[in-house]
């Protein structure tokens, strides 16, 4: 019989930790944690729950901390989740049962299995931004689930929102993270299956969480942006091409309209990440070499 650890890495985050925990009860047998030398009380309300917990820094690349929490689990499978996640019942019970699978019982499962064309089409899609994920073919390793996104009192369900899938669950002995960027894939070396039940972000339910977490992915954009080989081109990119294409594929083609206001917002100000990107890295690269 496998046994499951939930693994998360965190920082302050007291207004989250308790529901995200709660979740997965009855799932989880082994919680361990990773935080970043918290603030607030996110520590003590882990270790009510029995979390096995690691005390360290709060590095920029947050995933530096999440493959600690992968190499702490005692059990092979791992349910990586971020402390905003929660895990509906459904969902635990179909990650209890596929564990148990063999990769022939697996192959049927996701034979039979509602949306997986649109699963597997967003796959291809990740793929050809990101290269091959996995295997073609061997022993089922990691899976992707589908992310429902709550976005000021909504889960987004178009716009290409949704399903935004996201490796969780994984056998830790064939996945492991780079830890050199915020939007990386695991490496997994096997094959990659997918769970049809959602699991539910509560990414932004209010708009300064929101513009909270844009703010550090923006100052990665910049960071990026620092690495990248320039030309007269790059800042029309940035501030015009690459803003307006993300506005009008979101809105329109991946029809974000139909999530009404907030998909217009959403889309909008997701957008905006590429010129404030640039524009933290025109201010660093100022700062840093103009004005020394």
Request: aromatic residues 10%; glycine residues 10%.
């Given at each position: 019989m496998n046994k499951l650890t939930v693994a998360l890495a965190t920082y302050n985050e007291e207004s989250n930790i308790k529901d995200c925990l709660e979740s997965v009860m009855g799932l989880a047998d082994e919680i361990v944690i990773v935080d970043g030398n918290s603030t607030d009380k996110t520590v003590g309300i882990a270790r009510e729950f029995g979390a096995r917990i690691e005390l360290t820094d709060n590095p920029k690349i947050f995933h530096i901390n999440k493959q600690k929490a992968l190499d702490m689990s005692v059990n092979n499978w791992v349910l990586q989740l971020d402390a905003d996640e929660r895990v509906t019942k459904d969902l635990a019970h179909e990650i209890?049962?596929?564990?148990?699978?063999?990769?022939?019982?697996?192959?049927?499962?996701?034979?039979?299995?509602?949306?997986?064309?649109?699963?597997?089409?967003?796959?291809?899609?990740?793929?050809?931004?990101?290269?091959?994920?996995?295997?073609?073919?061997?022993?089922?390793?990691?899976?992707?689930i589908p992310r429902l996104n709550y976005f000021l009192g909504k889960y987004l369900r178009h716009g290409g929102v949704y399903p935004d899938g996201v490796i969780r669950l994984v056998d830790r002995r064939y996945a492991h993270l780079p830890c050199v960027d915020v939007h990386e894939q695991f490496v997994i070396d096997g094959r990659v299956g997918w769970l049809k039940n959602p699991l539910f972000h509560i990414d932004s339910p209010t708009f300064s969480r929101y513009w909270q977490r844009n703010n550090r992915y923006t100052a990665l954009i910049g960071d990026q942006i620092k690495n990248e080989k320039k030309n007269l081109l790059t800042p029309l990119r940035y501030l015009i091409f690459f803003p307006l294409r993300w506005f009008l594929l979101t809105s329109f083609r991946h029809k974000g309209i139909l999530d009404g206001w907030r998909g217009i917002l959403f889309a909008f100000f997701s957008s905006l990440r590429f010129p404030i990107g640039y524009m933290k890295y025109l201010k660093s690269f100022f700062s840093n070499t103009v004005l020394k």
């Open positions: 209890k049962k596929i564990i148990q699978l063999s990769d022939k019982e697996i192959d049927d499962y996701e034979a039979n299995m509602g949306g997986a064309k649109l699963f597997r089409r967003h796959q291809k899609l990740i793929e050809e931004r990101d290269g091959q994920i996995g295997k073609k073919d061997g022993r089922y390793v990691a899976f992707f």
